[in-house]
């Protein structure tokens, strides 16, 4: 990877819990840095030291964008402005009202069970709309699919594209909507189509590091499409998986109890057991068997009544 695709640029590669924050440095103090996604709540305060660290005193935060509201990506907002009281938070379209009345139905945070701190905007990124930072400018796309209102950036002089959860370097995210029933696999592959037509040579994914071989992601990304369009249900079975390792890497340590619990009261947990067709007698009967399956692929540990992240 050429030093100088990232020349203005730092990444800080997160664990899966918190989505990767990129910097975007600016030319001098006075313009200052604008980050993009701030990671998980639970890791609101490491996310604040990482920022502080590498600004080192000579330039301050100015602006935070989010790539879209899912919490693994903006659950760092409040503790960011709260650190860096100049900065200002622009967030994509589409969801700027469920901000503005907090309402965790629309935000999706009630229906997968996860936490957020409430957080304000102060403005709303278009796509087409261009961010100018230092010496580069990022032009904001639409890319919907795994969240129907997220955004990607793309530098077109330097070939970098800021994928978020739309390509990773092998697949992209939980197609979100279509948990709900809502078609949106078709936006997906719409979307791997534009990123293949930008001609990124580098891209900074939302989850694991930066990579080069965008040809190949893009195709790992089609075939993990094309499962999932000829397979639905594997979809839909993924999606519990996900929803339920990543409540326990919020949770870190908790109890079979506890998770069985959780997996009664998480509506989108229950729309999945019915969508499937109740496979088992309850949701959390269902619960504690795809929390099983992710224990036998090494995913959690599970000994007696006690469940850890692995």
């Known amino acids: 990877m050429s030093r100088a695709a990232l020349d203005g640029v730092t990444v800080f590669e997160r664990g899966w819990l918190s989505s990767n924050n990129i910097l975007l440095h600016g030319r001098d103090a006075d313009e200052g840095a604008t980050l993009v996604d701030t990671g998980h709540c639970v890791h609101a305060g490491q996310t604040v030291a990482l920022v502080q660290h590498a600004l080192r005193g000579v330039s301050t935060l100015r602006r935070i964008v989010n790539t879209h509201l899912h919490s693994d990506h903006c659950g760092g907002n409040a503790a960011l402005q709260r650190a860096f009281g100049t900065a200002s938070l622009a967030i994509p379209p589409g969801e700027a009202d469920a901000v503005v009345r907090w309402d965790e139905d629309a935000l999706s945070y009630r229906a997968t069970g ?65 948990l709900d029933g809502e078609a949106a696999f078709d936006d997906v592959a719409a979307v791997l189509d534009a990123i293949e037509r930008l001609l990124p040579r580098l891209v900074i994914p939302g989850h694991g590091a930066p990579f080069t071989d965008v040809a190949g992601a893009l195709r790992r990304a089609r075939t993990r499409l094309a499962g999932f369009v000829a397979d639905p249900s594997r979809h839909a079975r993924h999606g519990a998986k996900v929803l339920l390792k990543y409540h326990v890497m919020e949770e870190r340590t908790t109890t079979l109890a506890a998770l069985r619990a959780w997996c009664a009261a998480t509506p989108l947990l229950l729309r999945l057991w019915q969508r499937l067709g109740r496979p088992q007698a309850t949701a959390a009967d269902w619960g504690e068997r795809v929390l099983r399956e992710l224990a036998a692929q090494g995913a959690v540990h599970i000994e007696g009544e006690r469940v850890a992240d692995a």
């Open 114 to 178: 996860q936490r957020i701190e409430r957080f304000a905007h102060d403005e709303v990124l278009h796509p087409g709309a261009s961010l100018t930072v230092g010496a580069r400018t990022w032009q904001a796309l639409a890319a919907p699919g795994h969240d129907p209102h997220a955004l990607v950036f793309f530098d077109a002089h330097d070939g970098v594209l800021i994928s978020a959860d739309a390509l990773w370097e092998n697949g992209f995210g939980v197609v979100f909507p279509e």
